[in-house]
């Protein structure tokens, strides 16, 4: 469609210009000069319908490329899944880096569709928020519940924050894969000047805009005034009784424009720069605008900001978006030369311009902030309309009869096939559990399964489980520990610092409780040491004001004894509850069955791995 009329706008070109030939050579110029009129109305007609046209394929392929990212985000499908943002994790976090949140392949790349930096920054930072807070993610929960089934506004909200209005079927533009940064433009609309000693924020903005509107009025004044005196002293001149006293008050008009070019060309390159973002940004607001909130209240309550029907955010964007388009027909020199010495042009759009900011400055920040946090709330919306069998857990303070419980609970990064789901529960805090099983087992898997689970109910989401229920812990992780030859840090060494770490928050007066992962914990040292360390560091984590869970290959650590002060003499373990996973060798390789079971491991499989593979090891293992 989009090449007929491309043709169809060439042959209006040439039988046009054919037609205005045969009229002028037959009929004169008037006849001539209406052929032209009407091949330029018609040449007009096809470039504005080519231009919608190209418009709705764009539209269409970013409809259709959405569509194919969210089968591909329901199937894992991580070559196919746009990173929109690529956050690097960092190594210092309690537990991001451990529990793969942040990454290539990581939990936030899964849900993160987000077509603002800002919005994806936001949900990252819910998903690795040290501190929960519980009134917080039962708001998140309220607002995602609401948003899950909305998917067509979901899917319009996205490709509005995507489409590109004035490129819209170039090549390339608008792709879900490029991720803008709209902080930019939010600077831009509420910007306020470095304050004043005597002046608080607020009342700086305003003395400042207000100082420099001052100064753009009087300008403004006198480029009106040289351009009536040179257009009456121009005519003058064309009556016959004035010489050309017009070309030095031109000149003069034209060098003051000079003198004030450089001053304004910094700010309107810049509003020039934003003028795709202010297009964006218009379509997505809006939409926000005109949505109909029936029977949705946290929603509504959330979109408030754009309800005031006294200051409709599209209109005072409209408004910024006419100033700078008409400001950006002076990158034609000759155009903007004409312009501002015919019409106070540059005076007239910086002092409007002016006007239209400090307008929109105070309420800019409060758009954006709804905008940026409704692009998180969409993305674990999506992902619960994506897996309708994962379920809103409950988070109390007071976490019901167990800290923590959780039914079929399994790892979202797992695809289906090859997912198995457990059942698991922390009976209370000051409790430990040590998982034992052999190599490929799935014992790191599951304290990720865990730990990513809690990080997706915190955030406000849903969890990969039938049923799920905690306490709003803090978290924190030793398993993706590394050395760092800069630093001139060994793998140990930078493993006792992270388990230091961990220990001083879990003894750190917080009203939170801590829940911890450990992953094979002294690795770096010999058999001895490790056992030694390692059982009386267990024993300095238990009956403190959190709970945890440790992967270890050691099955000594799995046969300590440790009783909590309060508990019964019955019941010795109470503080220290031992699990494991199962493998065996089933024609000629290892099979596993990932399922958790009670009690400490009764079989290991290195020396069977190494056997399979060809090592030279002996029969006599046991």
């Given at each position: 469609?989009?090449?007929?009329y491309?043709?169809?706008r060439?042959?209006?070109?040439?039988?046009?210009?054919?037609?205005?030939?045969?009229c002028?050579?037959?009929?004169?110029?008037?006849?001539?000069?209406?052929?032209?009129?009407?091949?330029?109305?018609a040449f007009g007609?096809?470039?504005?319908a080519?231009?919608?046209?190209?418009?709705?394929?764009?539209c269409?392929?970013?409809w259709?490329?959405?569509k194919?990212?969210q089968?591909?985000?329901?199937?894992?499908d991580?070559e196919?899944?746009?990173?929109?943002?690529?956050?690097?994790?960092?190594?210092?976090?309690?537990?991001?880096?451990?529990l793969?949140?942040?990454?290539p392949r990581?939990?936030?790349?899964?849900?993160?569709?987000?077509a603002?930096?800002?919005?994806?920054?936001?949900?990252?930072?819910?998903?690795?928020?040290?501190c929960?807070?519980p009134?917080?993610?039962?708001r998140?929960?309220?607002?995602?519940?609401?948003?899950?089934?909305m998917?067509?506004?979901?899917?319009?909200?996205?490709?509005?924050?995507?489409?590109?209005?004035r490129?819209?079927?170039d090549?390339?533009?608008?792709?879900?894969?490029h991720?803008?940064?709209?902080?930019?433009?939010?600077?831009?609309?509420?910007?306020?000047p470095?304050?004043?000693?005597?002046?608080?924020a607020?009342?700086s903005?305003r003395?400042?805009?207000?100082?420099?509107?001052?100064?753009?009025?009087?300008?403004?004044?006198?480029f009106t005034g040289?351009?009536?005196l040179?257009?009456?002293?121009f005519?003058?001149?064309?009556?016959?009784?004035?010489?050309?006293?017009?070309e030095?008050?031109?000149?003069?008009?034209?060098?003051?424009w000079?003198?004030r070019?450089?001053t304004t060309?910094t700010?309107?390159?810049?509003?020039?720069?934003?003028?795709?973002a202010?297009?964006?940004l218009?379509a997505?607001?809006?939409?926000?605008?005109?949505?109909?909130y029936?029977n949705?209240?946290?929603l509504?309550?959330?979109?408030?900001p754009?309800?005031?029907?006294?200051?409709?955010?599209?209109r005072y964007?409209?408004?910024?978006?006419?100033?700078?388009?008409?400001m950006?027909?002076?990158?034609?020199?000759?155009?903007?030369?004409?312009l501002?010495l015919?019409?106070?042009?540059d005076?007239?759009?910086t002092?409007?311009?002016?006007?239209?900011?400090?307008?929109?400055?105070e309420?800019?920040?409060?758009?954006?902030?709804a905008w940026?946090e409704?692009?998180?709330?969409s993305s674990?919306a999506?992902?619960?309309?994506l897996n309708?069998?994962?379920?809103?857990?409950?988070?109390?303070e007071?976490g019901?009869q167990?800290?923590f419980?959780a039914?079929?609970?399994?790892?979202?990064?797992?695809?289906?096939?090859?997912?198995?789901?457990?059942?698991?529960t922390?009976p209370?805090?000051?409790?430990?559990?040590v998982?034992?099983?052999s190599?490929?087992?799935g014992k790191?898997?599951f304290?990720?399964t865990v730990?990513?689970?809690?990080a997706?109910?915190?955030?406000g989401?849903?969890?990969?489980?039938?049923q799920?229920?905690?306490?709003p812990?803090?978290?924190?992780?030793s398993?993706?520990?590394?050395?760092s030859?800069?630093?001139g840090?060994?793998?140990?060494?930078?493993?006792?610092r992270r388990?230091?770490?961990?220990?001083?928050?879990?003894?750190?007066?917080?009203?939170l409780?801590l829940?911890?992962?450990?992953?094979e914990?002294?690795r770096?040292?010999?058999?001895?040491?490790?056992?030694?360390?390692?059982?009386?560091?267990?024993?300095?984590?238990?009956?403190?004001h959190?709970?945890?869970?440790?992967?270890?290959h050691?099955l000594?650590l799995?046969?300590?004894?440790?009783?909590?002060?309060?508990?019964?003499e019955e019941?010795?373990?109470?503080?220290?509850?031992?699990?494991h996973?199962?493998?065996?060798?089933?024609?000629?390789r290892?099979?596993?069955?990932?399922?958790?079971?009670?009690?400490?491991?009764?079989?290991?499989?290195?020396?069977?791995?190494?056997r399979?593979?060809?090592?030279?090891v002996?029969?006599?293992?046991?």
């Amino acid at each position: 469609m989009s090449d007929r009329y491309s043709w169809l706008r060439l042959a209006i070109v040439l039988l046009s210009a054919v037609a205005t030939g045969l009229c002028y050579y037959f009929l004169g110029v008037w006849p001539a000069g209406l052929c032209a009129g009407l091949g330029l109305l018609a040449f007009g007609a096809a470039v504005y319908a080519h231009r919608r046209v190209e418009r709705a394929m764009a539209c269409h392929r970013l409809w259709m490329e959405n569509k194919t990212t969210q089968i591909a985000r329901a199937t894992l499908d991580w070559e196919m899944i746009p990173i929109g943002v690529a956050f690097r994790s960092q190594p210092e976090h309690p537990f991001e880096s451990d529990l793969d949140l942040v990454g290539p392949r990581s939990l936030h790349v899964l849900l993160d569709r987000a077509a603002s930096y800002e919005g994806s920054l936001c949900l990252k930072e819910w998903l690795t928020a040290a501190c929960p807070d519980p009134e917080q993610i039962q708001r998140r929960q309220q607002l995602v519940r609401e948003l899950a089934p909305m998917h067509n506004f979901r899917d319009k909200l996205l490709l509005n924050a995507h489409r590109e209005p004035r490129r819209m079927g170039d090549a390339g533009s608008g792709s879900l894969r490029h991720t803008w940064k709209a902080g930019a433009l939010a600077e831009w609309l509420s910007r306020a000047p470095e304050d004043d000693d005597r002046l608080d924020a607020a009342e700086s903005r305003r003395f400042r805009h207000w100082a420099g509107m001052a100064a753009q009025r009087d300008w403004l004044l006198i480029f009106t005034g040289l351009a009536a005196l040179n257009a009456s002293l121009f005519a003058a001149y064309l009556l016959g009784p004035l010489p050309p006293v017009w070309e030095l008050t031109a000149l003069l008009t034209l060098g003051l424009w000079w003198f004030r070019a450089r001053t304004t060309a910094t700010a309107w390159n810049e509003a020039l720069s934003l003028q795709a973002a202010l297009g964006r940004l218009g379509a997505v607001f809006e939409q926000l605008e005109s949505f109909s909130y029936d029977n949705k209240p946290h929603l509504r309550d959330l979109c408030r900001p754009f309800l005031d029907a006294q200051h409709r955010p599209s209109r005072y964007l409209s408004r910024l978006t006419l100033l700078v388009a008409g400001m950006s027909l002076r990158q034609n020199p000759l155009l903007g030369l004409a312009l501002n010495l015919l019409l106070p042009w540059d005076a007239y759009l910086t002092y409007r311009l002016s006007r239209a900011r400090l307008a929109i400055s105070e309420r800019a920040g409060d758009w954006m902030q709804a905008w940026f946090e409704l692009e998180a709330l969409s993305s674990l919306a999506t992902f619960a309309y994506l897996n309708p069998d994962y379920a809103f857990p409950e988070v109390r303070e007071d976490g019901g009869q167990d800290a923590f419980k959780a039914q079929a609970l399994g790892h979202p990064l797992i695809p289906d096939e090859q997912k198995v789901c457990n059942d698991f529960t922390i009976p209370h805090l000051g409790w430990v559990g040590v998982i034992t099983g052999s190599n490929m087992a799935g014992k790191s898997v599951f304290l990720k399964t865990v730990g990513a689970n809690l990080a997706l109910a915190y955030a406000g989401g849903p969890v990969n489980a039938r049923q799920m229920h905690t306490l709003p812990f803090r978290l924190f992780a030793s398993m993706e520990v590394s050395d760092s030859v800069t630093d001139g840090i060994s793998y140990f060494y930078a493993e006792v610092r992270r388990l230091k770490a961990l220990l001083a928050e879990l003894e750190a007066r917080d009203p939170l409780p801590l829940l911890f992962f450990i992953d094979e914990i002294f690795r770096g040292t010999n058999n001895r040491e490790r056992l030694i360390g390692s059982q009386a560091y267990v024993r300095a984590l238990i009956g403190k004001h959190g709970a945890g869970l440790i992967a270890t290959h050691d099955l000594q650590l799995a046969s300590l004894r440790v009783r909590l002060a309060d508990a019964p003499e019955e019941s010795p373990s109470a503080a220290l509850v031992n699990y494991h996973f199962r493998d065996h060798v089933e024609n000629g390789r290892m099979v596993f069955d990932y399922v958790l079971h009670p009690g400490p491991s009764p079989t290991t499989n290195a020396l069977k791995i190494m056997r399979l593979e060809g090592l030279p090891v002996p029969e006599s293992d046991g």
